[in-house]
């Protein structure tokens, strides 16, 4: 097991005199506290005792029936008993790695991709299949050509085929970007083809600022390919920690064994003041807002970035979400700038390198616009254009200099 950079990154989020374009939280101000507090009051006096005892490990059945008929309304068909209500999606991404894999099980991940669900597969010692992505998401032609020459290559200790293919397909961690159509139904097709199991991760499919929602890939699934993981992080508050899994009822009934061993059960209260937040249309409504707030800040951002960043630099232009992806020219280390960007102008970013399991993407750059204020998003994204206007004519300079003194070199050698 190793540190996150991105945990370490969280920090620096909290120095009042930085701007941080690091964490992907919710913005705090969004969240509705005194509608929230009263509905705490009615769950503890409504609900009394069983609000603050130990629940069922599956999580609360009115909860499991709301997200069943959430996911319903979204083109999955879905009973409770599919549901597994965890601590947040992170649990059940822990427990989906603790029930499947064993030490070099190969697991399929997006390059780059959440780095939280790769450290929870590679805690289980599991060997990463990087797939890269473009604009339209996972490269599953890519994945197709690499599955077809593992295909029969395997032996009696070790399968060629991975078990598991990890996808964030909506406005992705950490690059906005979102998987298109035929790729959900080709990525399906793969997996029944040879056999893996897809988990699809979508905690922020439903903050969507414009265009179609896309269909789930779960919606494509009729064999029981695909593991649906939700969360309410996102459209709700982090801090209840509450999300599900979503899945075959005899894998959810594994999937709550290996819960046992790690909490026995997820917060009652939380669980209970969620379905009590939907019960009054307060979700509902806090969704429409935030989705509002989310693209102000999106736009803003972009607006920036095309004002103030170098013409060598490009970026992705996330639908929905939280995140922008920036590429550097192929050169430079963002993770090298990265304390000279938090000493010389106050800002932080996330250095992208964290999000590839092969040690490339050093210059790539993630962006939150979700947690910085208006104003800081724009004079966040001005310092760091000038900023990063200076480190390409440092870089510049100094590989002239380079050249020239190589050619000096070259010269002097064939002189003597
Ligand atoms: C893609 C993705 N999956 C899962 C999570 C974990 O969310 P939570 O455990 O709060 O539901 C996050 C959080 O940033 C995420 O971005």
Redesign the pocket.
């Known amino acids: 097991m190793k540190a996150s950079d991105i945990r370490e990154a969280f920090r620096l989020a909290e120095r009042d005199d930085i701007i941080s374009f690091a964490g992907?939280f919710p913005a705090s101000e969004t969240f509705p506290l005194d509608e929230v507090g009263a509905v705490a009051e009615k769950v503890a006096r409504e609900m009394g005792a069983t609000s603050l005892q130990y629940g069922p490990t599956e999580g609360l059945y009115e909860l499991r029936v709301m997200v069943a008929q959430r996911l319903k309304a979204q083109g999955i068909p879905c009973r409770p008993e599919e549901v597994l209500l965890t601590n947040?999606?992170?649990?059940a991404?822990d427990l989906v790695a603790k029930l499947f894999l064993d030490p070099g099980d190969g697991v399929i991940v997006e390059k780059p991709g959440?780095i939280?669900?790769i450290s929870a597969f590679g805690n289980y010692e599991a060997e990463y299949w990087g797939i890269p992505l473009d604009g339209e998401g996972l490269r599953t032609d890519l994945l197709a050509e690499r599955l077809a020459r593992a295909k029969g290559t395997g032996n009696g200790l070790r399968q060629a085929i991975p078990k598991l293919c990890y996808v964030?397909p909506n406005f992705q961690?950490p690059t906005g970007v979102t998987l298109s159509e035929d790729r959900r139904r080709h990525l399906v097709d793969l997996a029944r083809e040879h056999g893996f199991l897809i988990i699809e991760?979508n905690?922020y499919g439903e903050i969507r600022f414009e265009g179609t929602p896309r269909l789930h890939i779960k919606a494509y699934d009729r064999d029981g390919y695909v593991l649906y993981l939700g969360?309410f992080?996102k459209i709700a508050f982090?801090g209840l920690?509450v999300?599900y899994v979503v899945g075959p009822e005899e894998l959810v009934r594994k999937l709550a064994i290996a819960k046992q061993g790690t909490d026995l059960c997820s917060t009652s209260f939380g669980q209970k003041l969620i379905v009590e937040c939907e019960r009054q249309g307060l979700l509902d409504a806090h969704l429409k807002a935030i989705i509002q707030v989310y693209r102000r800040k999106r736009d803003l951002m972009i607006s920036a970035l095309k004002t103030y960043f170098p013409e060598e630099v490009r970026w992705t232009y996330p639908e929905g979400g939280f995140f922008v992806w920036v590429t550097l020219p192929q050169w430079m280390d963002a993770k090298a700038m990265l304390p000279r960007a938090i000493s010389e102008i106050k800002v932080a970013y996330v250095s992208g390198g964290a999000f590839f399991t092969d040690g490339t993407g050093k210059n790539t750059i993630r962006l939150a616009y979700s947690q910085a204020t208006d104003e800081d998003i724009v004079e966040g994204v001005k310092r760091l254009g000038g900023f990063l206007r200076r480190e390409i004519a440092r870089g510049l300079k100094e590989s002239a200099e380079l050249r020239q003194s190589e050619m000096a070199a070259v010269a002097q050698e064939s002189r003597s």
Do not use: C, E, I, T
Not at 88 to 91: E, I, M, N, P, V
């Open positions: 992907g947040g999606s992170q649990q991404l959440y939280g669900g964030v961690n991760d905690p969360s992080s982090p920690r999300g």
